[in-house]
């Protein structure tokens, strides 16, 4: 049985899960934006693309997406929506909502997206949040700074990683900085920072089940790399220890409060320094960003793109998915913004190595080894090296670029 997948991802990114899904015997079409025309999209898997010339997620760009897809499907039918990249979660939700399409909703898919509803639900499931607030009565926000302590972050609640948050340290300076905000406050929410190590747990869904799952530890916080220029560097979390099984704990129950029934997702969690207690911080329905998708196929064995593809397909075929073999390796990954405009990797030369990035202006590694101990070494002699010979910092932006 073929059917049509709708493929949305206003970036380029997700060619392992297009040729998947095409493998699968499906047509499957492309939604992206107009900027990426030109990117080597793998077109061979691709049946057509579509383009949107503003791909923002406004209320009156939905409705000029809602009109052009209305007009694709009078001559096409599509079965299944699937969005790549985390800004397209709500256009495929609103495409499922509108054309009845089965998949996640609006309200579910808030969860993956909305970063104050993600907080809300998961406090209210009971599991451990830094204490927030939304940025909607002058009231309610004067009595949260008086009850809290500071430092505290002030974050959009619809933006991706590290993306227009700011560290504010006092009662003044917090709501001067929420007057700033202006008329877009309602847009943002804030919640006390606490201190502590990073960890992502990247996985696998289907029928409510995690079926996959690997944790990592960022050795530098998506955080301290946007602001503070430094080098992004995660690792593999030691396989059966306490930090691994709480990590684990913690991800299904909050798949379980957001209603997670099939997907990839990448969630981000907080070890706190003062209490060793971990929190959550957020998650989303789809693949980790920035490699992270290699790193965990190097650890592990799966490609979570492909998988993905294959859950995706089997959900929608009523088909039984089986998860590949899964293989129990420490990987670890480390990437900088360079000087040189192709920089040349060479001096890095340990057997370790089992990736290599190869983008402009960009020099980053994946390592592979039995032992995390060799892991972390290597990151940390990479971390030297790079830091001296290839590093660039650029100023954090208040608004993601594309």
Same mark, same amino acid.
């Given at each position: 049985?073929?059917?049509?997948?709708?493929?949305?991802?206003?970036?380029?990114?997700?060619?392992?899960?297009?040729? $998947?899904? &095409?493998? $699968?015997?499906?047509?499957?079409?492309?939604?992206?934006?107009?900027?990426?025309?030109? @990117?080597?999209?793998?077109?061979?898997?691709?049946?057509?693309?579509?383009?949107?010339?503003?791909?923002?997620?406004?209320?009156?760009?939905?409705?000029?997406?809602?009109?052009?897809?209305?007009?694709?499907?009078?001559?096409?039918?599509?079965?299944?929506?699937?969005?790549?990249?985390?800004?397209?979660?709500?256009? =495929?939700?609103?495409?499922? *909502?509108?054309?009845?399409?089965?998949?996640?909703?609006?309200?579910?898919?808030?969860?993956?997206?909305?970063?104050?509803?993600?907080?809300?639900?998961?406090?209210?499931?009971?599991?451990?949040?830094?204490?927030?607030? $939304?940025?909607?009565?002058?009231?309610?926000?004067?009595?949260?700074?008086? =009850?809290?302590?500071?430092?505290?972050?002030?974050?959009?609640?619809?933006?991706?990683?590290?993306?227009?948050?700011?560290?504010?340290?006092?009662?003044?300076?917090?709501?001067? %900085?929420? /007057?700033?905000?202006?008329?877009?406050?309602?847009?943002?929410?804030?919640?006390?920072?606490?201190? #502590?190590?990073?960890?992502?747990?990247?996985?696998?869904?289907?029928?409510? @089940?995690?079926?996959?799952?690997?944790?990592?530890?960022?050795?530098? %916080?998506?955080? *301290?790399?946007?602001? #503070?220029?430094?080098?992004?560097?995660?690792?593999?979390?030691?396989?059966?220890? @306490?930090?691994?099984?709480?990590?684990?704990?913690?991800? *299904?129950?909050?798949?379980?409060?957001?209603?997670?029934?099939?997907?990839?997702?990448?969630?981000?969690?907080?070890?706190?320094?003062?209490?060793?207690?971990?929190?959550?911080?957020?998650?989303?329905?789809?693949?980790?960003?920035? /490699?992270?998708? *290699?790193?965990?196929?190097?650890?592990?064995?799966?490609?979570?793109?492909?998988?993905?593809?294959?859950?995706?397909?089997?959900?929608?075929?009523?088909?039984?998915? %089986?998860?590949?073999?899964?293989?129990?390796?420490?990987? #670890?990954?480390?990437?900088?913004?360079?000087?040189?405009?192709?920089?040349?990797?060479?001096?890095?030369?340990?057997?370790?190595?089992?990736?290599?990035?190869?983008?402009?202006?960009?020099?980053?590694?994946?390592?592979?080894?039995?032992?995390?101990?060799?892991?972390?070494?290597?990151?940390?002699?990479?971390?030297?090296?790079?830091?001296?010979?290839?590093?660039?910092? =650029?100023?954090?932006?208040? &608004?993601? %670029?594309?």
């Amino acid at each position: 049985m073929s059917l049509t997948f709708l493929c949305i991802t206003c970036y380029f990114k997700g060619g392992d899960f297009l040729r $998947a899904c &095409k493998e $699968a015997g499906n047509t499957v079409y492309l939604l992206t934006a107009k900027r990426t025309e030109g @990117k080597a999209w793998p077109h061979e898997s691709i049946d057509e693309i579509f383009y949107l010339e503003d791909d923002s997620n406004s209320l009156s760009n939905f409705e000029n997406m809602i009109k052009g897809m209305a007009y694709v499907m009078r001559t096409r039918k599509i079965d299944r929506v699937v969005a790549l990249d985390d800004f397209d979660v709500e256009k =495929a939700a609103t495409v499922r *909502e509108h054309f009845r399409i089965p998949g996640m909703g609006q309200t579910t898919a808030r969860y993956f997206r909305d970063k104050l509803a993600m907080r809300v639900q998961a406090r209210d499931a009971g599991i451990k949040v830094p204490v927030f607030s $939304a940025l909607f009565n002058d009231v309610e926000i004067t009595d949260y700074l008086r =009850a809290s302590t500071p430092p505290w972050v002030i974050k959009p609640r619809a933006e991706a990683s590290a993306a227009g948050i700011k560290k504010v340290y006092s009662f003044d300076e917090a709501w001067q %900085t929420i /007057h700033s905000l202006g008329e877009e406050r309602h847009l943002f929410l804030i919640e006390q920072f606490k201190p #502590g190590a990073v960890y992502h747990v990247d996985a696998l869904t289907l029928g409510g @089940k995690v079926l996959f799952q690997r944790s990592s530890e960022y050795l530098n %916080t998506p955080f *301290e790399v946007a602001h #503070g220029g430094g080098i992004f560097r995660s690792v593999t979390v030691e396989f059966n220890s @306490k930090d691994a099984k709480a990590l684990k704990k913690m991800n *299904e129950q909050v798949l379980k409060a957001f209603n997670m029934n099939y997907s990839a997702s990448h969630t981000e969690v907080i070890k706190c320094h003062e209490d060793g207690e971990f929190y959550f911080l957020e998650t989303a329905s789809r693949v980790g960003g920035a /490699h992270l998708a *290699e790193m965990v196929e190097m650890s592990s064995g799966i490609n979570l793109w492909k998988e993905w593809a294959k859950v995706e397909n089997a959900l929608a075929k009523g088909e039984s998915y %089986t998860l590949p073999d899964v293989r129990d390796d420490y990987s #670890g990954i480390i990437i900088s913004l360079a000087r040189q405009q192709w920089p040349d990797s060479s001096p890095f030369n340990d057997p370790e190595i089992v990736w290599r990035m190869n983008e402009e202006y960009h020099v980053g590694l994946i390592v592979q080894s039995t032992s995390r101990a060799r892991v972390l070494e290597l990151m940390e002699k990479y971390a030297q090296m790079i830091q001296h010979d290839y590093h660039a910092s =650029a100023p954090a932006q208040d &608004k993601p %670029t594309h």
